[in-house]
T-cell receptor
């Protein structure tokens, strides 16, 4: 079983729509969780950390469900510039990050 | 403050040749991590280095792959006798300390083996 699993999508949504997707992780001892964004053929960039209580950053909302071992990301009022691959990332040790394969989101005009 | 630098950005090698990938961490960062991303897959941890020390190479293939981070100069990921399956994007990241959750990624080196 993969450490981090994501629905690859793609999610094709119109501008202004809301899109949400999840990932699941297998290591129940994991302590830190993140969403990264990766644009085509470029390096991953940290989008936001995910906290147990849930957290928002502008139009982005992340949730963590430890009991079910899943993490979600919701994007409100989608912009064309939100088109990217979103990587679910779990910190499985003090330094080792485990990445999901990514969920592709395409926002159309 | 320059970010993490990697070179070359693109590297083409024939089967059996050697590939050398370089990574210069951000200024003030002494921890370097290498990840590999195969097509349609997530990034996979390969190795974690501090200056002159390999801390964790559990993600490195046992043969043909080696990494170093010398006292002076960039970190080097070396792949000997490359095969087609080595074709991938290799990303380097750096952090100022291990417990810092944010690893800053370089632009990657795309290796193509023909």
């Amino acid at each position: 079983r993969k450490e981090v699993e994501q629905d690859p999508g793609p999610f094709n949504v119109p501008e202004g729509a809301t899109v949400a997707f999840n990932c699941t992780y297998s290591n129940s001892a994991s302590q830190s969780f993140f969403w990264y964004r990766q644009d085509c053929r470029k390096e991953p960039k940290l989008l936001m950390s995910v906290y147990s209580s849930g957290n928002e950053d502008g139009r982005f909302t992340a949730q963590l469900n430890r009991a079910s071992q899943y993490i979600s990301l919701l994007i409100r009022d989608s912009k064309l510039s939100d088109s990217a691959t979103y990587l679910c990332v779990v910190k499985v040790s003090s330094y080792k990050l485990s990445f999901g394969a990514g969920t592709t989101v395409t926002v159309r005009a | 403050n320059a970010g993490v630098m990697q070179n070359p950005r693109h590297l083409v090698r024939r089967r059996g040749q050697e590939a050398r990938l370089r990574c210069s961490p951000m200024k003030g960062h002494s921890h370097v991590y290498w990840y590999r991303q195969l097509p349609e897959e997530g990034l996979k941890f390969m190795v974690y280095l501090q200056k002159e020390n390999i801390i964790d190479e559990s993600g490195m293939p046992k043969e043909r792959f080696s990494a170093e981070f010398p006292k002076e100069g960039p970190s080097i990921l070396r792949i000997q006798q490359v095969v087609r399956g080595d074709s991938a994007a290799y990303f380097c990241a750096s952090s100022p300390r291990t417990e810092s959750y944010e690893q800053y990624f370089g632009p990657g080196t795309r290796l193509t083996v023909t």
